[in-house]
């Protein structure tokens, strides 16, 4: 499509060039925060909508403790749910289950967490399992075995889907041996020799109250629940302990091009990822970052879905993302095509990026992405349960409601001038570093043009 | 955000404009956004092979560019305003989904009432979309082995019905699609009479309305479209799929026949779809996972359906040499159901999952449209959705026996497994 054509167009509709300023006016609903006297923060917040609570807790317990042992982490969060030392399993599922109850554990990078919804009238009973599963896990010796047997398999079966693998491979090449780049579910090698005794240990030396925080949303009174919630986690023995963060290091900064080719025998499209190292969490240009990546790609008009599936059809889809942690992060471009046209999809893809530093963003690009940031906002906090997530968010990366509440003001704060600064600081143009996975046979010629190439299989465990 | 008493039934307000458009609007003022859901009754069910899976194309091709707002203009007008969209297709119907702060209301129509009144079909859009849908499909097939092992088996359970071939159609008639396929599939199904409008959010009844009358009721009605004539003959034996495919551990899916949505089985068998596999408590994950360990995972699903469809099951086992011993255990499951029933407090227990997901519908503006949507057109009136907890509620144990032998014999299954090595 030509471009002038397309401005003529825009011209003629009438809503485009209006003076139109969106203002959402989005504020974050009031909540109350203390410690417990053995220091967990807790955090209270009502929502009346439906009969309905909703529980996100969160533990300094994530996979970047793992050491070599990749999965002992998410391991660990699977197995709070197999039965505490006063229920056996099968009586805590039926119980959850006969509640119509959500409770959920897992591992993420850098931290474990909880998360549960339950109704209102249950939540007495609700409370009572939650504390339990925290404090009281029996790590049950049979239902472990059987929960390693299903995850085994489970780990063979990732390998069957590029979309689920790319990104562990990505984090591997950018991040190395730091505790970033280690695989969150682990691989078959290091679950293999995991043991209830292995489970135990992480599990006693990374929960701990002083470390933790749960909020609690949803239909009840403030005053109720501190006293429930006091009384129920309050015997949660301190440990005097503050949490160490093996990622606080820094990691090898990324030398060259480099190509990591992952064959898949029976592809029939390449997956890809492009990037380089990103931003930690507390960036304080994070708010300005994300409204340049919006235009860049992260929306349906975005420069690379507009240019790789809507004028060339090469792709369902293409984004690019940031995704943050405490001390660093990773960006990246990622899509995918079928194998015969990998070469022109990664060149376009490239010309992109000299584009977005070439000619930065003009005027109308810059209030479309601010208009659309802006508009998008509110719904990612509609929900008790997206709300209890916030707060545990902000517990762990130490922000407050300000990044809520002056998120418009941070967004209308850009101008085209600051965005030409960001895209040169933050978004990365060489030292790009690639994961390619499809049929290496067809693509290998053309990937040792973009890099050096290292090769590795699918089917191969993440080294 | 205010909070706000739970919905009820006089909370969605609705009209109908003169030329059949009907709209339902809920005003919910929690988060300063709106969305607007347009449900229409075209799928692949409306489809013959030849245009196989133009449903869907023509999904991609409604964003495509028409009189006012040309080709990419729909986006980026909706972004530029801070909106953002997406859309939908199934066997049964196309759903378009529009999410905007609640000031872009005005724009939603006017973009909705240019693509609906005068679509443009732009033949090099025509061309790059279809290279869009062809990637859409392959990455389907590239990351997951279920589509396959589900296509398989619509198409050998429904021989004669359009269920036979899939949402996203056969490959050669997605190269073959033309251009008059898609303007006559255009004139027949997207007519304002063929539209359900559900309307969410932060906006008023009153200026719904008025925008309603201004941008949408200009548009002429169209003739019904021609009633899907076709019903499957009944299946008479089992039938069963090998498939190849190099995988870690084998996939089992079983489809059994079951009737539409507005059929009295239908809350029967969701809840049996319920007691079977949603929870660990369930029946066939506390037998075939938790218990024994025959399969890594077990789920069912039964969706709303115009037609008679499939209820479906699937499995992944957990030990290949033991992949018979899984199938038999699930039909035992069932089998046991049918023959000694459920006890109440199983039945209570998944009753009580219908109110929190009533809930969970509820507790989203775009919940509420989705919802509303699919009552309306599903169930044949929107007020359905507040009765589904009640409905759910007077389902008996008999009720979950008798239709666990109606059912699911073997004579109206058809099964599909996946594996490394076929003979």
Not at chain 1, 308 to 323: C, E, I, K, W
Not at chain 1, 356 to 366: P, R, S, T, Y
């Amino acid at each position: 499509m030509k471009s002038t054509h397309i401005i003529k167009t825009l011209m003629l509709a009438g809503f485009l060039f209006s003076a139109l300023s969106i203002s959402a006016q989005y504020k974050l609903p009031a909540y109350q925060k203390f410690k417990l006297k053995n220091g967990l923060t807790v955090y209270l917040m009502e929502q009346h909508e439906v009969p309905v609570i909703n529980v996100s807790a969160i533990f300094p317990a994530g996979a970047i403790y793992d050491g070599k042992q990749s999965g002992l982490a998410s391991l660990t969060a699977t197995a709070l749910m197999h039965g505490t030392t006063d229920m056996p399993k099968k009586a805590l599922d039926e119980m959850i289950d006969f509640m119509a109850a959500g409770i959920n554990t897992s591992a993420s990078k850098e931290s474990a967490g909880l998360s549960a919804k339950f109704a209102a009238k249950d939540s007495e009973k609700a409370m009572q399992i939650i504390s339990r599963i925290i404090m009281q896990p029996a790590f049950d010796t049979a239902e472990f075995n059987k929960e390693k047997k299903r995850i085994l398999i489970g780990l063979e079966q990732r390998k069957e889907s590029p979309r689920t693998m790319s990104n562990s491979f990505y984090e591997k090449l950018i991040f190395g041996a730091h505790p970033y780049g280690n695989v969150v579910s682990g691989t078959v090698q290091t679950v293999e020799p995991l043991t209830t005794m292995h489970i135990r240990n992480f599990y006693n030396n990374h929960y701990y109250p002083e470390g933790s925080a749960i909020a609690i949303v949803g239909n009840f009174k403030s005053a109720d629940m501190k006293k429930m919630v006091t009384r129920m986690l309050g015997s949660w023995k301190s440990t005097g302990k503050k949490p160490a963060n093996p990622a606080n290091v820094s990691f090898a900064p990324v030398n060259g091009n480099n190509v990591l080719l992952v064959n898949k025998d029976d592809a029939r499209e390449t997956t890809f990822y492009i990037g380089g190292t990103g931003i930690s969490r507390n960036n304080p240009d994070q708010v300005a970052i994300e409204v340049v990546n919006t235009y860049f790609g992260g929306r349906f008009t975005s420069l690379l879905n507009d240019e790789l599936r809507v004028n060339s059809g090469l792709t369902y889809g293409a984004r690019s993302s940031f995704q943050s942690y405490k001390n660093g992060g990773t960006f990246y471009i990622s899509t995918f095509t079928a194998n015969k046209t990998t070469e022109p999809a990664i060149q376009k893809t490239l010309d992109l990026i000299q584009r977005l530093h070439e000619k930065g963003m003009d005027e109308q690009a810059l209030a479309s992405a601010k208009n659309y940031v802006k508009g998008q906002f509110p719904p990612r906090y509609e929900t008790a349960g997206q709300l209890a997530q916030l707060l545990t968010s902000m517990f762990w990366y130490q922000y407050d409601e300000s990044y809520i509440n002056q998120f418009e003001k941070n967004v209308d704060g850009l101008t085209v001038e600051k965005a030409r600064q960001i895209i040169a600081r933050y978004f990365p143009k060489d030292k790009l570093q690639f994961v390619l996975i499809g049929k290496a046979s067809e693509i290998k010629e053309f990937a040792a043009k973009l890099g050096k190439v290292t090769e590795t299989e699918i089917k191969k465990d993440i080294q | 955000m205010i909070a706000s008493a739970q919905m009820k039934p006089e909370d969605v307000k609705t009209f109908t404009l003169k030329n059949g458009m009907k709209f339902l609007v809920v005003e919910d003022f929690s988060i300063p956004n709106a969305n607007m859901y347009l449900f229409y009754k075209a799928g692949s069910r409306n489809e013959h092979q030849g245009i196989t899976g133009l449903s869907h194309f023509f999904e991609h091709m409604m964003f495509n560019g028409a009189k006012k707002y040309g080709p990419k203009a729909f986006d980026q007008t909706m972004e530029f305003n801070g909106g953002a969209n997406n859309a939908y297709t199934t066997q049964n119907v196309t759903v378009y989904t529009n999410w905007f702060p609640a000031s872009a209301l005005e724009v939603m129509f006017d973009l909705e009432s240019d693509r609906i009144s005068s679509l443009s079909i732009d033949s090099a859009m025509v061309e790059s979309e279809r290279g869009v849908v062809l990637s859409e499909r392959s990455t389907g097939l590239e990351n997951s082995p279920w589509r396959v092992v589900i296509e398989n088996i619509y198409a050998t359970s429904f021989q004669e019905h359009p269920y036979h071939w899939s949402v996203m159609g056969y490959e050669d008639d997605m190269k073959n699609w033309k251009q008059s396929d898609l303007e006559k599939y255009f004139k027949t199904y997207y007519a304002p009479n063929n539209c359900v409008v559900v309307i969410s959010g932060a906006v008023k009844m009153t200026d719904v309305k008025r925008l309603a009358e201004k941008y949408l009721e200009p548009i002429p009605a169209q003739p019904e479209p021609a009633r899907v004539h076709i019903t499957e003959p009944e299946q008479k034996g089992e039938r069963r799929i090998m498939l190849q495919k190099d995988i870690a551990a084998p996939y089992i899916g079983i489809g059994f026949r079951t009737p539409e949505t507005k059929h009295e089985d239908f809350y029967a068998l969701t809840l049996l779809s319920d007691i079977l596999t949603s929870g660990n408590s369930s029946r066939m994950n506390m037998e075939l996972v938790q218990n024994k360990p025959l399969a890594t995972m077990v789920q069912s699903s039964l969706g709303e359906s115009f037609d008679p469809n499939l209820f479906l099951l699937y499995a992944v086992s957990a030990d290949a040499t033991k992949l018979n011993e899984l199938e038999e255990g699930m039909y035992a499951v069932i089998r046991n159901i049918a023959e000694n029933g459920v006890t109440e407090t199983e039945l209570q227990k998944v009753k009580n999952r219908k109110l929190m997901e009533f809930y969970g519908q509820i507790e989203t503006i775009n919940g509420k449209s989705d919802n509303l949507g699919t009552y309306e057109l599903f169930f044949g009136d929107y007020k359905k959705m507040f009765n589904a907890p009640a409905a759910f509620n007077q389902v008996t144990v008999d009720d979950i026996k008798r239709v666990a032998g109606k059912y699911f014999k073997k004579s109206n299954r058809t099964v599909a497994i996946m594996q490394k090595n076929v003979d």
